[in-house]
C-alpha cells in the first residue's frame, strides 16, 4: 500500500478550502442572479446544489452506517443529525484531516493503534477517509458543477454578455470537473494494493485526456441546447438511460442494499453522460470506442447544422470560436486518451487476490479492500 505523504496532506488541506470557497461562490452567483431578475438562473442554480448535496450527504451516512456497523449506536444518530443538515462532508474533512495528520507528520507517536493493527494501519485509515471524500467529490462534479457550466454557458453565448469573470468562471468550472476526476484516480491508485502508483507524467496525459474530450462535449450539447432546449434534453435523457442500462448490465455492487445500489446506478448514468468511466473494473475496449465515436458523430452533426442553417441564437464569429475550440479539444482529448491507454493505464484492474473483501498480504498479512474496490474505474 502506498503511502499518505506531506503532499497529499497539504492537497487536502487545500482541497477542503476549495469546496468551502465554491459554496460561498454558488451563494453569491445565487444573490446576483436573484438581484437581476433573473430568478430562472438562481432556482436552476440552487436545485443542482441541492440535488448534489442530498446524493452526497446519502451516500456519506451510507458509508458511516456500513463502517461502524456493530458500534455505538449514539455516535450514529449523532451522524444521522449532521448530514441530515447537510454538514457530513465536514465530518468527513475533520477526519480526513485528523487521520492525514496523524499518517504524514506523526505515524512515529502514535498510541492509540492496538498492538494487534497491522504496521500500516494509520496509512489506510487516512488513505481510505480521503479516498472516500474523493468519491463524493466526483458525485458533487457530475450532479452540480456541469449543470452549473450549462447555466453559464448559456448566458455567455445566448446573452452575449462580456464578462471577464463569467469567462473565468467557465474555464474554471472546466478544470474543475477534470481534476476532480483526476484527483479520485490518484486516490484510487493509493487505495488499491494492485494499483501502480501515479506518476507526473501518466498524471498529466489523463488530465489532458479529460480536461479536453469534457471540454469538446459540454460546447457540443452547450450548442444544442442553444439551438432547442426540448432537443437537448431529449439527448441527455437517452444518454442517461443508455448509461444507467449499462450500469445495469454490468450487476454493480458497490453497495450492499438494493435501494442504494439503485441511486448508485442512477448517478453513473448521470456521469456517463460527460466523461468515460469503466463502471466495474473490466476491459472495456470496445465500450470506451463506442463512447466516444457517438461523441465525435454527435459533435460533427451539430457543427454541420450550424453551418448549412446558421440559426440566428449565435452570432457568426461566436459559432467559429466555439467551433474551433470544440474540434480541437475532441481531437487533442482524443490524442491523449489513446496516448494514456497504450502506455500509462494498468494492465488489470482487479488481481484474482484482490477481487474479494479481503486479500493476503504481504507476509501472511490481512488487506482489506474497501468499497473504492466496487467504484468507478479509469
Not at 82 to 98: D, E, P, Q, T
Not at 168 to 196: E, H, N
Not at 249 to 271: A, D, P, W
Amino acid at each position: 500500500m502506498m503511502k499518505f505523504t506531506k503532499q497529499n496532506f497539504i492537497f487536502l488541506v487545500v482541497g477542503f478550502i476549495i469546496y468551502v470557497v465554491d459554496i460561498g461562490v454558488d451563494f453569491w452567483v445565487v444573490s446576483k442572479y436573484f438581484c437581476q431578475g433573473q430568478y430562472s438562473w438562481s432556482i436552476l442554480i440552487l436545485c443542482f446544489r441541492g440535488l448534489s448535496s442530498l446524493v452526497t450527504q446519502i451516500f456519506s451516512y451510507e458509508w458511516f452506517e456500513n463502517d461502524w456497523e456493530g458500534t455505538n449506536t449514539g455516535k450514529l444518530k449523532w451522524i444521522f443529525l449532521v448530514h441530515f443538515f447537510h454538514c457530513g462532508i465536514f465530518i468527513r474533512y475533520w477526519f480526513a484531516l485528523k487521520y492525514g495528520c496523524q499518517a504524514a507528520f506523526k505515524q512515529n507517536d502514535i498510541r492509540d493503534a492496538s498492538e494487534t493493527d497491522p504496521p500500516n494501519f494509520i496509512q489506510k485509515r487516512a488513505l481510505d477517509v480521503v479516498t472516500d471524500i474523493s468519491m463524493l467529490r466526483v458525485f458533487k462534479t457530475f450532479l452540480e458543477t456541469t449543470p452549473q457550466l450549462f447555466v453559464q454557458i448559456y448566458i455567455l453565448v445566448e446573452h452575449g454578455e462580456n464578462d471577464i469573470c463569467q469567462y473565468g468562471a467557465v474555464i474554471m468550472s472546466f478544470c474543475g470537473i477534470s481534476i476532480s476526476t483526476v484527483d479520485y484516480q490518484i486516490s484510487l491508485r493509493k487505495s488499491l494494493p494492485d494499483k501502480d502508483d501515479f506518476h507526473v507524467l501518466p498524471k498529466l496525459v489523463y488530465l489532458f485526456y479529460k480536461l479536453l474530450t469534457i471540454t469538446s462535449w459540454l460546447l457540443s450539447i452547450s450548442l444544442i441546447t442553444l439551438l432547442s432546449v426540448g432537443i437537448s434534453v431529449t439527448l441527455l435523457i437517452i444518454l442517461w438511460i443508455c448509461g444507467f442500462t449499462w450500469a445495469l448490465k454490468q450487476h454493480t455492487t458497490f453497495c450492499k442494499s438494493k435501494k442504494m445500489e439503485y441511486l448508485y446506478r442512477t448517478v453513473v448514468g448521470i456521469i456517463l453522460i460527460f466523461t468515460f468511466f469503466n463502471v466495474k473494473g473490466q476491459k472495456t475496449k470496445v465500450c470506451i470506442s463506442i463512447y466516444y465515436a457517438t461523441h465525435t458523430v454527435v459533435t460533427i452533426g451539430v457543427l454541420f447544422v450550424y453551418m448549412f442553417w446558421k440559426p440566428s441564437v449565435i452570432k457568426d464569429i461566436h459559432f467559429t470560436v466555439v467551433s474551433i475550440l470544440t474540434i480541437l479539444s475532441l481531437v487533442l482529448g482524443i490524442i491523449f486518451l489513446i496516448v494514456y491507454y497504450r502506455h500509462f493505464h494498468p494492465s488489470t484492474y482487479c488481481r484474482p487476490q484482490a477481487c474479494s473483501d479481503e486479500v493476503d498480504g504481504e507476509a501472511g498479512q490481512r488487506v482489506e479492500i474497501g468499497r473504492f474496490q466496487n467504484f468507478l474505474m479509469q
